[in-house]
């Protein structure tokens, strides 16, 4: 039986009707059809239209998002995972409707194995609460976005943050996953040793799918022990080019630095004003070694050793922990330093990634654009893996200034993409980077990957118009 | 036009006098078929029969493995990639006959970018070569199975060694791939960023795949610089449960170990008669620390104190480069240093990986099992992973002593899957672990498997009778 329902395409958008009804009778009133909720579980992030879905469904377990997958599979309804909804390419929107599945309810710690430093979670849980959990067994997980995401978002978006350098990126840090495909079949894809060549990754194919596969209903996580001595501080440089010709020497010496941040002079600013850090307004890095007590300090005097020899000013350290939380939680707060650049601009954040030797000329040229086309975006990187952010000040009310953001970001991408690099090194493609898929990685390939998701799911109900968008 | 050959089964084995005469017309003298070259390019290592190809195609070009790849598919005929032969579990046996496709002539180092920590090679460098050509620029590949494999085969098998714990495995070192598709596209899985979330993840998705999806002709590996300082040595125990105990400890307390290596009392007497070590012969570990001069020191200093923590013998370093060589050599030696025990077996390696705590009770069971089996089989393990391999002395001449050995294999998969372990570390599937993966992963993993199986390899001519055999 298939039902148009005026909201959806038929073609993409399946029987929504009768699909709620089943929905309804199965799972009750975790089924919500409230506008409000619905538009808070599309898109609210960028410049990209919001897409509510038609309804929002709250699962409790895997049960629960078996039964929901099994609905949306009969009626060919489109089903958009859903975790905390700060992801910035648009990826939990529903341009076809269908149903958002929240997995926020999903926050259950399952174990945490200290002896084997792993833990299993469900993906509603939230890095910042894992953290919390996991401190007093002298454990923490590294992988750290700068919002308070859900690790099942986090693993669908293949996210890293600041501490990459040293830790990997989400790709790196996940042992196996639980997972609904949308033929129904509940998979586990790897045990829980520390490493495997028992057939394919199937681990790695879930990480960064970005919902488009299936469902993640479990992730066991590798963990770390916290480390004995951090050292953090801030070096300030007269050039972007002499910070990135130290980040380049800094890596290449071995030095296992566990984050080094870039900020571009306009950051800095941004960030004076709105944590007081009282930085002279140059580029910046923001460092921190991790190691046994005269391990990291011996790694902080050899990294202001390279940096001296590149013309930086002296390297300041942050001793005490409240010295060191105030630098990092100003770091993570770069997207609120910015809003009172442009009052009234929403602040869009976007990444690409370049080879290390590439990444000086890419921010270069990157602000060489921002002043000529009159922006307002300061820079941020994760400068050790290559990768960097700017966050333009849009009036998204305005056409005019929404068509300069998007000229920009393209002219950023493509910028990158001549440099070997990639159009985004931890956000993901969602809507807003499916064009960039075909310059980056040539049709042969985007082939491969459409292969891929056809495999899996041949109805295209999963996260449709994401990704390939086959 | 399909001829049954008689060599093969026609249904799997394609129409090889057809195909044949395709590459000889295309190919020329690059197509052997000797029998002796044949059984060379089959199963050399193991008690699993030598199943030769029908013909050896030697590449020298992306151009040769897509004309082979072309012909292959035009026939229905079995392509194996083959590297250098040293996998251990019948990876490039042909059990339905073919073509072993020999990349051994493509190796070339197409580039090595050293500000950018990388390199791009052919699949056929091996990694001592690779290492070679590093060394003068102050760079190294940490990946480092016993034998000199091809880096192709490395990355097809998902191999590691004793760097792993520090540096990761292949799964963790490689950026991109350029692949051979079975229907004749070329792709690039990525470009050079280090990291990227720009769709799913193709390059994970061959790493392991044990040329079951493709054919691998050009490698973007991940390049580390020499560490400015390394610190050696080795550490008895009185107890495999004492060392696996100060493994956790270690592991856990955040000592980044760049190397910690098992030696059961059973491979030091090993060891000690065919490298001259003079070692006690108890349990040992082989060690070693990477970082700046005080670092390193100190990560030994913290080592010491916990494994005095649990009854060790004094960490005795071997601080000259010759002395540390030495070392290591013996530890890689480890295959030659037991033929002695039992003069005209052959020594047959497996491998398992379990969760931490649970190594010392796996290596203790299978230890008692030797025992009680009346086998001898020295262990060695990359224990900071949980990875650990026992070397079987096996008479594969006589079915009694096969049988025995087999048994003593399964019943140690079998405990490592109760122990929520994997069947295999980093030895891969082959042939001769697909029996265990039902077991290891549950049905619906392994139809998920054929899913992709299927999907990129549609006429199964792509090493079939491997991993999933579907």
Request: contains cysteine; hydrophobic residues 40%; charged residues 20%.
């Amino acid at each position: 039986m298939v039902v148009a329902d005026a909201k959806v395409e038929p073609e993409l958008g399946g029987d929504f009707s009768a699909a709620s009804e089943a929905l309804l009778n199965a799972l009750g009133n975790k089924v919500v059809m409230s506008a409000a909720i619905c538009a808070q579980h599309a898109n609210i992030t960028t410049y990209l239209p919001n897409e509510p879905p038609d309804a929002v469904v709250y699962a409790n377990d895997t049960r629960d998002v078996q039964t929901v997958v099994g609905i949306c599979r009969e009626f060919g309804v489109p089903l958009i995972p859903f975790g905390t909804g700060t992801s910035l390419e648009g990826h939990v929107n529903a341009p076809y409707g269908g149903i958002s599945l929240d997995l926020s309810r999903m926050d259950r710690i399952l174990a945490v194995h200290a002896d084997d430093l792993d833990c299993v979670i469900e993906p509603g849980v939230t890095r910042k609460r894992l953290n919390e959990n996991l401190r007093d067994q002298g454990l923490f997980f590294p992988i750290d976005p700068g919002a308070d995401a859900s690790l099942g978002g986090m693993v669908s978006t293949r996210a890293s943050g600041t501490n990459a350098v040293r830790y990997g990126t989400m790709k790196d840090n996940v042992l196996a996953l639980k997972v609904v495909l949308p033929n129904g079949d509940v998979i586990t894809t790897a045990r829980r040793a520390r490493k495997t060549s028992a057939g394919y990754d199937l681990t790695r194919l879930f990480v960064g799918a970005e919902g488009t596969l299936g469902v993640i209903t479990e992730i066991t996580l590798r963990l770390y022990g916290i480390p004995e001595t951090i050292v953090a501080g801030v070096c300030p440089f007269p050039t972007i080019r002499d910070a990135c010709d130290t980040v380049i020497e800094t890596i290449q010496s071995g030095v296992p630095v566990a984050r080094i941040e870039l900020l571009d002079e306009v950051q800095v600013r941004a960030s004076n004003g709105y944590a007081k850090l009282g930085l002279p307004e140059t580029p910046h890095l923001f460092l921190e070694f991790h190691g046994t007590p005269a391990g990291a300090r011996e790694q902080a005097e050899r990294f202001a050793e390279i940096a001296a020899a590149h013309s930086a000013g002296a390297f300041v350290s942050a001793d005490r922990p409240e010295d060191r939380n105030r630098l990092w939680q100003a770091r993570h707060d770069a997207y609120w330093s910015v809003l009172p650049l442009r009052p009234g601009a929403k602040a869009v954040a976007t990444d690409v990634c370049v080879p290390l030797s590439r990444l000086a000329d890419c921010v270069m040229e990157t602000k060489r654009d921002i002043e000529e086309m009159g922006l307002i975006a300061p820079i941020v990187g994760h400068v050790g893996d290559g990768n960097f952010h700017t966050t333009l000040m849009v009036d998204v009310a305005d056409p005019a200034d929404t068509a300069k953001a998007k000229l920009f970001m393209a002219r950023m991408v493509e910028r990158a993409i001549a440099m070997d690099g990639t159009c985004t090194g931890e956000h993901g493609v969602g809507q807003g980077k499916m064009k960039y898929l075909a310059a980056e990685h040539g049709a042969a390939t985007l082939d491969a990957m459409r292969t891929l998701k056809r495999a899996f799911d041949p109805q295209n109900i999963m996260n449709p118009g994401k990704i390939v968008a086959v």
